[in-house]
């Protein structure tokens, strides 16, 4: 699968739209990006992915470059609660599909 | 749905003894995954089984860890002997493989310390 590159960390404010960037460069055609996020101590959670167009979703939306070499996840309207390390993930689909994570980037949504 | 469920929430135990971690998938999902995450090393994939058959443990860091599925709605991971360097939150996922999407669904993790 390939890797992908994300900021350390980000800072939003409350009510602004959270911008997070994930650069992909070595992604397969076959090959989908998912985004996922993990609030503190919790289980990550899915947020949304896509192959080649942009998504939208009741959580975020999903925009990927025409040549799909990187994508930019949006939280429309941030809230505290959006506080957590976002992850972005290269994968193909298929039974020996898996999802490596990398470091993601801890996003701090403050008043 | 009750989502994924693991079991214990948190095990406390000393260096020797067997842990047994468990999971249980969300009902009809037919791939479960086990994770495991450190400060150190972040979140790592350890094995998956997709119905119920192992598809790759090359995650699994040692002869020391096991993992069985032996029905769609059942599964452990097995530490024996336990080692202080085990202590982590250990993660299971399930999926619905062969779906339009491929999203994985988390459960609240198992708190392993070993001392």
């Known amino acids: 699968d390939a890797k992908t590159t994300q900021p350390p960390s980000m800072d939003c404010a409350e009510g602004r739209a959270a911008n997070l960037p994930c650069n992909h460069s070595t992604i397969s055609g076959n090959e989908y990006v998912y985004w996922y996020r993990q609030i503190h101590s919790q289980g990550p959670q899915y947020i949304i992915h896509?192959?080649?167009n942009n998504e939208t979703n009741e959580m975020a939306s999903l925009i990927i470059t025409e040549d799909r070499k990187s994508s930019t996840l949006i939280l429309p309207h941030a809230t505290l609660r959006d506080t957590a390390v976002y992850y972005c993930i290269v994968s193909s689909t298929g039974t020996a599909s898996k999802l490596t994570f990398g470091t993601g980037t801890r996003l701090q949504v403050t008043l | 749905d009750a989502g994924v469920i693991q079991s214990p929430r948190h095990e406390v135990t000393e260096m020797g003894q067997e842990v047994t971690l468990r999971c249980k998938p969300i009902?009809?999902?037919?791939?479960l995954f086990w994770y495991r995450q450190t400060m150190m090393r972040g979140l790592e994939l350890l094995i998956y089984f997709n119905n119920n058959v192992p598809i790759d443990d090359s995650g699994m860091p040692e002869d020391r860890f096991s993992a069985k599925m032996p029905n769609a709605s059942f599964s452990t991971l097995k530490i024996q002997p336990s080692e202080p360097r085990d202590s982590a939150v250990y993660f299971c996922?399930?999926?619905?493989?062969?779906?339009?999407?491929?999203?994985?669904?988390f459960g609240p993790g198992t708190r392993l310390t070993v001392t």
């Open positions: 896509g192959l080649k």
């Open positions: 009902s009809g999902h037919n791939s």
């Open positions: 996922a399930s999926r619905l493989q062969g779906a339009s999407s491929y999203e994985q669904y």
